[in-house]
């Protein structure tokens, strides 16, 4: 609660600081081809863009399997948890299987003693974890090349603070980048941003 609470506080400020967006990314964007389950995140991240439009860390009591938030809000966890379901993973249920199993392997940062299915699966560090022991881990570079379409990225925004997004199979014209699709703030959004921040995670799932 208090991670998502201060992630929301780091979005506002770093929107007031001018951290806009490209107005229209899909116009000039270079539409690279990709199919199956990849096809299938990527559509349904993009899709995201038109319907989640606040940035909300609330803890709010969900489902379990397949809980949610109303989609016109999430964090940006919520981009890659919902993306996925689209494939058939469902990461709340995953997530909390593997908590169940060895919760000690996870990070010890909100006090809890047991995992909790509302929110184990919405906090970044938990999914940075699950996916390395999964054997999802690619290699962290500083060339876009090594960065594909359905990529998840993590990034350190200081402060103890990490973002999550996802990777498109759009490709900016202006830098030949393939666009990061998360939500730092003004709800899910695609924008030219591999490389705005340290990336210290980088997972491939399929």
């Not at 349904?44 to 809000?73: C, K």
């Not at 993973?89 to 995953?94: E, M």
């Not at 000690?104 to 909100?110: G, L, N, R, V």
């Not at 996802?166 to 990061?180: E, F």
Request: net charge neutral; charged share 20%.
């Amino acid at each position: 609660m208090k991670g998502l609470l201060t992630a929301a506080v780091l979005a506002v400020l770093l929107v007031a600081a001018g951290c806009s967006h490209n107005a229209d990314p899909l116009a000039t964007a270079e539409r690279i081809p990709v199919s199956g389950k990849v096809k299938l995140v990527i559509d349904d991240a993009i899709d995201q863009t038109h319907h989640t439009i606040h940035y909300d860390p609330a803890y709010v009591r969900i489902n379990y399997p397949g809980g949610d938030i109303p989609i016109e809000r999430g964090v940006c966890s919520d981009v890659v948890v919902r993306a996925l379901r689209k494939s058939g993973i469902d990461l709340q249920k995953t997530v909390h299987e593997d908590m169940m199993q060895s919760f000690s392997a996870y990070p010890q940062k909100w006090g809890l003693t047991e995992p909790d299915t509302n929110i184990d699966h919405r906090r970044v560090p938990n999914l940075m974890k699950y996916f390395e022991r999964q054997g999802k881990s690619k290699g962290i570079t500083a060339n876009s090349r090594d960065y594909l379409p359905g990529d998840i990225v993590v990034w350190d925004m200081g402060g103890g603070l990490s973002h999550i997004g996802l990777i498109s199979n759009l490709r900016s014209a202006s830098s030949g980048q393939l666009m990061t699709i998360h939500n730092i703030g003004r709800g899910a959004q695609i924008d030219d941003r591999l490389f705005d921040w340290k990336i210290i995670g980088h997972y491939r799932y399929f």
